[in-house]
């Protein structure tokens, strides 16, 4: 359960929903990765630019920056971030939309945080 | 309730009870028909009837026309004839020959010589002014009769000349009398010719006269006494009840049959000439106008029948067939509609319940992980045990909250070309870990060189995803998936086939229909074949299903290659 590689695998959670991202953050924390967190689109872009986590979780719908211009904005930015689109649309479209604009994987909440680990080890092992 | 409402069949009403009741073909064929058969009936038997009553007229007219111009001419004759009678008996009785004549056998003389040019003469009698019978020669003894109290005597003797009516004389033989007065300057006085004549002569006149175009003809008197043989009447001197009034007159004979009798007043004489004449009704050019008109109008009428009938019918067919369709589309639009309707519904549901779901789930899975690092303390597995049985409900929640929102997804086409191969392999994809953890084995038959199809890429991975993630559900685990793929009469089609329990045959008509599930209470939204089904159709496309309980499910997907834009 725990990694013990010295180097803990960064992720940032940005996720409008307070209570989802926190309690999301906790137990990725628990589970030997550091995580933090953003609420909201500009922030995500910001936070990515300066802290440059290894693996984003961004949700698809956010109040300022949705989660489709927030990759396009990585995007530019050349960012090397893998990104692991979190989706409220029970579509598996919309992932692929995510997909097509270089995200990584997608995931539709509610997570199963197994799930989503075996996503975040994957996406962080194929940089 | 209107009075429109009761006659009015359904078929004619609007479209409110559309598809609840039967409409009434049956009344609407009935009344179409009695209507169209009275829009051609009327007009042609008005017609008919028209020009019956004018060609009777017609004929009416020219008969009447012809019998007068016959009349006259007959009047004519008779008069003619009668006239060169009435101047032989003048010529005899010359003004000065009274007292040759009264005296000794020149009366028997003349008689003779009379006779032998004319022989119908019977008598000649010569007449003093009182009335006195002079002379007679003849087969009587009439010699010294007085007839100065007859009438006739005293028209003759005013007017110089009397034609008498036929009497039968003395001898029981039809006669008439031609009398003309004369005054004998010799003598100063009138006296009077008298000339007996047998009614034969008017006979033989008759007879010279009478044509075939007649049916009877003969002379009467006033009064109604025949003068010479009628077809009709009988022998001369029968009472008749004519009614003797010059004009042409029809009558109805008992039979039926009408005539036309045409009488006219022959001048200076006691006669009237009567002509009678079979009515229209028995000529052969009627007869034969009316039994044409009465076929013509049969054989129009029994052709309008038909022609109508047909003609109804298939209009009727027509608009049955015009009000199927739009019943289908109606019914149609009603369950996209209710699709759409549901779809908002469930879109804006599953939105607001998946985000507390969501939190749901991540504050047990925290205070599980909290809980697995946690020392034993009293309660704790039945704590854990909630906990897993909270994050199942969560589960079935998310699945359900799942295809809620994929129920309201994007409705509006957007069409390129597509390779419908690679399309497959696309959605093979995201199923791929799916099928592995389900140990489904993959058999893929997908025919190259496939022709590009113009629909909308999304929708058909949609639809493929559908289908496939079904025969997942329906294996289970350990089975084979075929799909297959290849160009048949233009058209793509993709077979997607499994190996798992298959639909029971009462089942297959009902799976497209929305909310129809066969999974246990939970698992399924009865959606995804009924989105599926609505996706292929506004594709262009068709989708039909085999299945046999046990061996498996086979769904055919068949997508035009192009897509005429609505």
């Given at each position: 359960?725990?990694?013990?590689?010295?180097?803990?695998?960064?992720?940032?959670?940005?996720?409008?929903?307070?209570?989802?991202?926190?309690?999301?953050?906790?137990?990725?924390?628990?589970?030997?990765?550091?995580?933090?967190?953003v609420?909201?689109?500009?922030?995500?872009?910001?936070?990515?630019?300066?802290?440059?986590?290894?693996?984003?979780?961004?949700?698809?719908?956010?109040?300022?920056?949705?989660?489709?211009?927030?990759?396009?904005?990585?995007?530019?930015?050349?960012?090397?971030?893998?990104?692991?689109?979190?989706?409220?649309?029970?579509?598996?479209?919309?992932?692929?939309?995510?997909?097509?604009?270089?995200?990584?994987?997608?995931?539709?909440?509610?997570?199963?945080?197994?799930?989503?680990?075996?996503?975040?080890?994957d996406?962080?092992?194929?940089? | 309730?209107?009075?429109?409402?009761?006659?009015?069949?359904?078929?004619?009403?609007?479209?409110?009870?559309l598809?609840?009741?039967r409409?009434?073909?049956?009344?609407?064929?009935?009344?179409?028909?009695?209507?169209?058969?009275?829009?051609?009936?009327?007009?042609?038997?008005?017609?008919?009837?028209?020009?019956?009553?004018?060609?009777?007229?017609?004929?009416?007219?020219?008969?009447?026309?012809?019998?007068?111009?016959?009349?006259?001419?007959?009047?004519?004759?008779?008069?003619?004839?009668?006239?060169?009678l009435?101047?032989?008996?003048?010529?005899i009785?010359?003004?000065?020959?009274?007292?040759?004549?009264?005296?000794?056998?020149?009366?028997?003389?003349?008689?003779?010589?009379?006779?032998?040019?004319?022989?119908?003469?019977?008598?000649?009698?010569?007449?003093?002014?009182?009335?006195?019978?002079?002379?007679y020669?003849?087969?009587?003894?009439?010699?010294?009769?007085?007839?100065?109290?007859e009438?006739?005597?005293?028209?003759?003797?005013?007017?110089?000349?009397?034609?008498?009516?036929?009497?039968?004389?003395?001898?029981?033989?039809?006669?008439?009398?031609?009398?003309?007065?004369?005054?004998?300057?010799?003598?100063?006085?009138?006296?009077?010719?008298?000339?007996?004549?047998?009614?034969?002569?008017?006979?033989?006149?008759?007879?010279?006269?009478?044509?075939?175009?007649?049916?009877?003809?003969?002379?009467?008197?006033?009064?109604?006494?025949?003068?010479?043989?009628?077809?009709?009447?009988?022998?001369?001197?029968?009472?008749?009840e004519?009614?003797?009034?010059?004009?042409?007159?029809?009558?109805m004979?008992?039979?039926?049959?009408?005539?036309?009798?045409?009488?006219?007043?022959?001048?200076?004489?006691?006669?009237?000439?009567?002509?009678?004449?079979?009515?229209?009704?028995?000529?052969?050019?009627?007869?034969?106008?009316?039994?044409?008109?009465?076929?013509?109008?049969?054989?129009?009428m029994?052709?309008?029948v038909?022609?109508?009938?047909?003609?109804?019918?298939m209009?009727?067919?027509?608009?049955?067939?015009?009000?199927?369709?739009?019943?289908?589309?109606?019914?149609?639009?009603?369950?996209?509609?209710?699709?759409?309707?549901?779809?908002?519904?469930?879109?804006?549901?599953?939105?607001?319940?998946?985000?507390?779901?969501?939190i749901?789930?991540?504050?047990?899975?925290?205070?599980?992980?909290?809980?697995?690092?946690?020392?034993?303390?009293?309660?704790?597995?039945?704590?854990?045990e909630?906990?897993?049985?909270?994050?199942?409900?969560?589960?079935?929640?998310?699945?359900?909250?799942?295809?809620?929102?994929g129920?309201?997804?994007?409705?509006?086409?957007?069409?390129?070309?597509?390779?419908?191969?690679?399309?497959?392999?696309?959605?093979?994809k995201?199923?791929?870990?799916?099928?592995?953890?389900?140990?489904i084995?993959?058999?893929?038959?997908?025919?190259?060189?496939?022709?590009?199809?113009?629909?909308?890429?999304?929708?058909?991975?949609?639809?493929?995803?559908?289908?496939?993630?079904?025969?997942i559900?329906?294996?289970?685990?350990?089975g084979?998936?075929?799909?297959?793929?290849?160009?048949?009469?233009?058209?793509?089609?993709?077979?997607?086939?499994?190996?798992?329990?298959?639909?029971?045959?009462?089942?297959?008509?009902?799976?497209?229909?929305?909310?129809?599930?066969?999974?246990?209470?939970?698992?399924?939204?009865?959606?995804?074949?009924?989105?599926?089904?609505?996706?292929?159709?506004?594709?262009?496309?068709?989708?039909?299903?085999?299945?046999?309980?046990?061996?498996?499910?086979?769904?055919?997907?068949?997508?035009?290659?192009?897509?005429?834009?609505?």
């Open positions: 359960m725990t990694n013990n590689t010295s180097k803990k695998i960064r992720v940032l959670i940005a996720d409008d929903e307070f209570d989802f991202a926190s309690t999301l953050q906790t137990r990725l924390n628990l589970r030997d990765f550091e995580a933090t967190m609420s909201s689109g500009e922030e995500a872009v910001q936070a990515v630019e300066q802290q440059k986590p290894d693996v984003l979780l961004l949700d698809l719908k956010m109040p300022d920056l949705d989660g489709l211009e927030v990759l396009s904005r990585l995007k530019e930015m050349g960012a090397e971030t893998k990104v692991i689109i979190l989706t409220g649309h029970g579509s598996f479209e919309v992932g692929r939309e995510g997909m097509e604009m270089g995200a990584f994987d997608y995931i539709m909440k509610p997570v199963d945080l197994n799930e989503l680990i075996v996503k975040i080890e996406a962080h092992g194929s940089r | 309730m209107k009075i429109a409402d009761i006659i009015l069949p359904n078929s004619l009403k609007g479209s409110i009870d598809g609840l009741e409409r009434s073909y049956g009344r609407f064929k009935v009344i179409l028909f009695l209507i169209m058969i009275a829009i051609t009936a009327i007009p042609a038997t008005t017609i008919a009837f028209l020009g019956y009553i004018n060609y009777k007229n017609l004929l009416q007219k020219d008969e009447i026309t012809q019998l007068k111009w016959q009349m006259d001419g007959s009047i004519g004759s008779i008069e003619q004839m009668v006239g060169s009435k101047s032989v008996v003048q010529f009785a010359r003004k000065d020959r009274y007292t040759e004549l009264t005296t000794g056998s020149s009366l028997e003389d003349l008689f003779d010589r009379l006779q032998r040019q004319y022989p119908s003469f019977a008598d000649l009698g010569v007449i003093d002014e009182q009335g006195v019978q002079q002379a020669y003849g087969s009587y003894d009439l010699e010294g009769t007085d007839y100065s109290g009438s006739w005597f005293s028209e003759v003797m005013e007017k110089g000349l009397h034609i008498s009516p036929v009497y039968r004389g003395y001898r029981d033989v039809p006669h008439f009398a031609i009398a003309v007065s004369t005054y004998d300057p010799v003598i100063r006085k009138t006296w009077v010719m008298r000339a007996t004549i047998e009614a034969d002569t008017l006979q033989n006149f008759v007879g010279t006269i009478k044509t075939e175009a007649t049916d009877d003809l003969f002379l009467v008197v006033s009064e109604g006494v025949l003068q010479t043989f009628s077809n009709y009447f009988g022998q001369p001197l029968t009472q008749t004519l009614e003797i009034e010059p004009g042409v007159r029809s009558y004979s008992m039979a039926q049959e009408e005539f036309l009798i045409a009488i006219g007043d022959i001048a200076a004489t006691p006669w009237y000439l009567v002509i009678i004449k079979n009515g229209y009704t028995s000529n052969s050019e009627w007869r034969s106008f009316r039994s044409e008109l009465f076929i013509l109008y049969v054989v129009c029994v052709i309008s038909i022609v109508i009938f047909a003609l109804v019918n209009l009727t067919s027509l608009i049955r067939k015009a009000d199927e369709i739009q019943i289908g589309m109606m019914k149609e639009a009603e369950h996209k509609d209710k699709l759409a309707s549901i779809g908002r519904l469930a879109s804006g549901v599953a939105h607001e319940i998946n985000n507390p779901l969501a749901i789930n991540q504050k047990t899975g925290l205070v599980e992980d909290i809980l697995n690092i946690t020392p034993d303390f009293d309660h704790k597995h039945t704590v854990l909630s906990l897993k049985s909270i994050d199942n409900s969560v589960e079935r929640c998310k699945a359900i909250t799942h295809r809620l929102l129920f309201a997804r994007r409705t509006e086409v957007l069409y390129q070309h597509i390779d419908v191969n690679e399309t497959i392999r696309e959605v093979l995201f199923l791929e870990k799916e099928m592995m953890y389900s140990r084995e993959l058999d893929l038959q997908l025919q190259d060189n496939l022709p590009n199809i113009y629909s909308d890429r999304l929708q058909i991975q949609q639809v493929l995803l559908n289908i496939i993630n079904n025969a559900d329906a294996i289970g685990k350990d084979t998936i075929s799909i297959i793929s290849n160009l048949i009469a233009g058209e793509v089609r993709i077979v997607i086939q499994d190996d798992g329990s298959g639909i029971p045959e009462d089942m297959l008509s009902q799976i497209f229909e929305p909310f129809f599930t066969t999974k246990e209470t939970g698992k399924g939204t009865g959606l995804g074949l009924s989105i599926t089904y609505g996706l292929v159709k506004k594709l262009g496309g068709d989708i039909t299903v085999r299945s046999n309980v046990g061996k498996g499910t086979a769904f055919t997907i068949t997508l035009p290659v192009k897509v005429e834009k609505q």
